[in-house]
T-cell receptor, first 114, second 114 residues
């Protein structure tokens, strides 16, 4: 079974802090994704990566950056956290480069910015 | 811009009933369509993936159909059980070299009561 592990289930940070959310997958997947999920807005894609050191912006990249130094690890960075970034963050991975494979999700990190 | 709508937003049924969840999308140029289940406070679990060339997929008591020309998919759940209670999300895979990026609907909250 594919396992996608997010480092924290719950996280509380302060406004202005630099925040790192970590995601690791164990299936040698090429593609990795970061989403945020908000009531009434659903899941929205922040960034994705299709290979090591390769990344592309999703639909809502403002205020975020990402890092993929190793194939199995994809990090989401909040450069200067703000209260409107309080949300549930979900990481996913999928195999292949053309979108044929299903995405597998981690359990999510519920992030609160105070 | 692709928009995905799920109807109904919430559904409550007695145990044993067969039910249908609906998903519609505005742009028929899709790569694939994926149905997910999400339990409260958890990540997403992939249920079924239908490629754009397919009409349906089945897994156990679940059957998903796809009609690209009309922009619709349905998820049929047979003989529902209380353990089926969850939020069901459909997501449309974008075409082209999109590396499997998905656009999500808002979800249908399903409650199956004993």
């Amino acid at each position: 079974d594919v396992k996608v592990t997010q480092s924290s289930r719950y996280l509380v940070k302060r406004t202005g802090e630099k925040v790192f959310l970590e995601c690791v997958q164990d299936m040698d997947h090429e593609n990795m994704f970061w989403y945020r999920q908000d009531p009434g807005l659903g899941l929205r894609l922040i960034y994705f990566s299709y290979d090591v050191k390769m990344k592309e912006k999703g639909d809502i990249p403002e205020g975020y950056s990402v890092s993929r130094e190793k194939k199995e690890r994809f990090s989401l960075i909040l450069e200067s956290a703000s209260t409107n970034q309080t949300s549930m963050y979900l990481c996913a991975s999928s195999g292949g480069g053309t979108g044929y494979q299903p995405q597998h999700f981690g359990d999510g990190t519920r992030l609160s910015i105070l | 811009k692709q928009e995905v709508t799920q109807i109904p937003a919430a559904l409550s049924v007695p145990e044993g009933e067969n039910l249908v969840l609906n998903c519609s999308f505005t742009d028929s140029a899709i790569y694939n369509l994926q149905w997910f289940r999400q339990d409260p406070g958890k990540g997403l679990t992939s249920l079924l993936l239908i490629q754009s060339s397919q009409r349906e997929q089945t897994s156990g008591r679940l059957n998903a159909s796809l009609d690209k020309s009309s922009g619709r998919s349905t998820l049929y759940i047979a003989a529902s059980q209380p353990g089926d209670s969850a939020t069901y999300l459909c997501a449309v895979g974008r075409g082209g070299t999109s590396y499997g990026k998905l656009t999500f609907g808002q979800g249908t909250i399903l409650t199956v009561h004993p």
